[in-house]
């Protein structure tokens, strides 16, 4: 009995280790292609109170990236009372992305590495499933959050920065 004990610690144990090495990881390398000429386009957000997509102009000025992370400043023309400084945080094993697990990451034909992250949290006062993708490319750049209610079954976009330079 002790023999099947010991082997399936050592099979769970290896599987453990197969499947977080096979975990979806970013890197430093690729936050790099942020850096330099501003990225200018819009803002789309769904506007909660009037059930309408909204779209506002938007520039994002992206720090050279530090260690396992990128500041960055967005400015809103016309809406300064906005503006605001944020930071993109990848953690030490690269497999959460601003705190949140990164559940897949891909590279695209054109170069896109696209990393998507979901983690549970609220919106609009609710319990919800939220999902970030982040496409980086060197001339385009999205960031799309989508939620998903738990009283729906879809994921719907709630806001989406589109952004090129």
């Known amino acids: 009995m002790k023999t099947s004990h010991t082997f399936a610690l050592f099979a769970l144990l290896f599987v453990a280790q197969w499947a977080l090495a096979e975990s979806p990881c970013v890197t430093q390398a690729d936050l790099t292609m942020l850096d330099g000429a501003p990225w200018t386009g819009s803002l789309s957000y769904l506007d909660y109170s009037s059930g309408e997509s909204e ?6 000025q992206f720090d050279k990236p530090g260690k396992k992370k990128v500041i960055y400043r ?8 906005y503006n605001s400084r944020e930071k993109l945080r990848i ?3 690269g497999r959460k992305l601003n705190g949140e697990p990164v559940v ?5 034909e054109d170069g896109t590495i696209v990393v998507v992250t979901e983690y549970r949290d609220k919106d609009d006062g609710q319990q919800a499933d939220i ?4 496409s980086l490319h060197a001339s385009r750049l999205e960031i799309r959050k989508e939620v998903r209610f738990d ?5 719907f976009e709630r806001n989406a920065y589109r952004l090129t330079r």
């Open 55 to 60: 779209q506002i102009p938007v520039t994002i």
């Open 74 to 81: 967005i400015k809103y023309p016309g809406e300064s009372q």
């Open 91 to 93: 953690s030490k094993d």
């Open 104 to 108: 897949s990451r891909s590279v695209l």
């Open 131 to 134: 999902r970030m993708t982040y």
């Open 151 to 155: 009283s729906d079954g879809e994921y």
